[in-house]
């Protein structure tokens, strides 16, 4: 049984000009101990469709799921407040801004210590002992003397650490990082990323990483899901999303990945062309307006999954036996 288990998730949000079909019918799960990569532009669904799952919508959005669950739970069973409690024991979350995560009125040990011991039913020393031990996983120094020191007091790296050390602090089951070093200078990223990395290892906890940043999925990774218009258009291990790309999108962010003989980070340089309008969402492929293989049948048919693999899924008319389109491959 996997971890959690999604079923055709749909999300809409209702604002003046129409319904925003953000997350248009997804499935995919994540297995125990794995790390699971959601790739896309800003706008494709994937931090809405884990803000879905976590019921962490805003009061205009509207969701329905055929199926999501979670640890043997079902999901689609318990209420907002069920979930808080799920929020911080069973899954941990990191966001891009520590500072709009963090209290600025609080001490990081006020925020460290108080959901370990709620959380846990322990007494307040063993939940500082704990926290103590926790900055010192992440590598923060001097622990005792940090605990009683304010958010600001930080650097936005050891920000980011505090907020690592939040989320790993019940022992969660699933980690949800979204562009967790994104505000982050290069040189920070690169040891957030390493300590993640080093967590994931120790801990075996599963982890959904969030990013725009094809380079951070290659690291951290087992699996892929790239995401656009609100869909899944590929799916499949790190080898075959990186070797054996099958969809016209997914060639596009290989190929705007820069070499690393420029020195540069691998940051996806966008496609050309713009995001589909999700108020008023294409009839057919969500990427036929950007797409240079685009055929006839693509603006008017939705693409099904074709399954590839046990691991690797695509939808793109021109894996279809009849289209006319010729199958090319990126070499990476
Ligand atoms: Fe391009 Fe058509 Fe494939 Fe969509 S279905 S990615 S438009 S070839």
């Given at each position: 049984?996997?971890?959690?288990?999604?079923?055709?998730?749909?999300?809409?949000?209702?604002?003046?000009?129409?319904?925003?079909?953000?997350?248009?019918?997804?499935?995919?799960?994540?297995?125990?101990?794995?790390?699971?990569?959601?790739?896309g532009e800003s706008g494709s669904g994937k931090s809405?469709?884990?803000?879905?799952?976590?019921?962490?919508?805003?009061?205009?959005?509207?969701?329905?799921?055929?199926?999501?669950?979670?640890?043997?739970?079902?999901?689609?069973?318990?209420?907002?407040?069920?979930?808080?409690?799920?929020?911080?024991?069973?899954?941990?979350?990191?966001?891009?801004?520590?500072?709009?995560?963090?209290?600025?009125?609080?001490?990081?040990?006020?925020?460290?210590?108080?959901?370990?011991?709620?959380?846990?039913?322990?007494?307040?020393?063993?939940?500082?002992?704990?926290?103590?031990?926790?900055?010192?996983?992440?590598?923060?120094?001097?622990?005792?003397?940090?605990?009683?020191?304010?958010?600001?007091?930080?650097?936005?790296?050891?920000?980011?650490?505090?907020?690592?050390?939040?989320?790993?602090?019940?022992?969660?089951?699933?980690?949800?990082?979204?562009e967790?070093?994104?505000?982050?200078?290069?040189?920070?990223?690169?040891?957030?990323?390493?300590?993640?990395?080093?967590?994931?290892?120790?801990?075996?906890?599963?982890?959904?990483?969030?990013?725009h940043?094809?380079?951070?999925?290659?690291?951290?990774?087992?699996?892929?899901?790239?995401?656009?218009?609100?869909?899944?258009?590929?799916?499949?291990?790190?080898?075959?999303?990186?070797?054996?790309?099958?969809?016209?999108?997914?060639?596009?962010?290989?190929?705007?990945?820069?070499?690393?003989?420029?020195?540069?980070?691998?940051?996806?340089?966008p496609?050309?062309?713009?995001p589909?309008?999700?108020?008023?969402?294409?009839?057919?492929?969500?990427?036929?307006?950007?797409?240079?293989?685009?055929?006839?049948?693509?603006?008017?048919?939705?693409?099904?999954?074709?399954?590839?693999?046990?691991?690797?899924?695509?939808?793109?008319?021109?894996?279809?036996?009849?289209?006319?389109?010729?199958?090319?491959?990126?070499?990476?």
């Amino acid at each position: 049984m996997h971890l959690l288990q999604v079923q055709n998730l749909r999300t809409t949000f209702r604002i003046d000009a129409g319904q925003v079909q953000a997350v248009r019918g997804i499935s995919f799960y994540v297995k125990k101990g794995e790390s699971l990569g959601i790739v896309g532009e800003s706008g494709s669904g994937k931090s809405v469709s884990m803000l879905s799952i976590m019921k962490l919508l805003p009061q205009n959005a509207e969701l329905q799921a055929d199926h999501v669950q979670f640890n043997g739970q079902d999901l689609n069973q318990i209420d907002q407040k069920e979930m808080r409690k799920m929020l911080g024991s069973e899954i941990g979350m990191i966001f891009q801004d520590p500072m709009s995560s963090l209290n600025p009125l609080l001490t990081i040990g006020d925020q460290i210590v108080e959901p370990i011991r709620i959380h846990q039913k322990i007494s307040k020393e063993a939940a500082r002992k704990k926290a103590i031990d926790i900055l010192r996983i992440v590598e923060i120094p001097s622990p005792e003397k940090r605990l009683k020191q304010y958010p600001h007091e930080f650097s936005g790296g050891m920000r980011q650490r505090v907020m690592i050390a939040i989320a790993i602090s019940c022992n969660p089951k699933l980690l949800i990082a979204d562009e967790p070093t994104t505000a982050l200078d290069v040189t920070i990223q690169a040891q957030i990323l390493d300590l993640m990395h080093d967590l994931k290892n120790k801990m075996q906890t599963s982890i959904v990483m969030i990013t725009h940043d094809l380079g951070v999925i290659a690291n951290m990774c087992n699996r892929v899901l790239v995401m656009y218009g609100g869909t899944i258009v590929e799916e499949g291990t790190i080898r075959e999303i990186f070797y054996q790309p099958k969809h016209p999108y997914t060639w596009g962010l290989i190929k705007s990945i820069p070499t690393v003989s420029t020195g540069k980070r691998e940051k996806l340089i966008p496609i050309p062309g713009s995001p589909p309008d999700l108020i008023a969402p294409p009839k057919g492929c969500p990427f036929t307006a950007r797409c240079e293989y685009a055929m006839k049948i693509c603006e008017k048919i939705p693409p099904q999954q074709i399954t590839l693999s046990e691991t690797h899924r695509a939808a793109c008319w021109l894996m279809h036996p009849k289209a006319s389109g010729v199958a090319k491959e990126v070499t990476v």
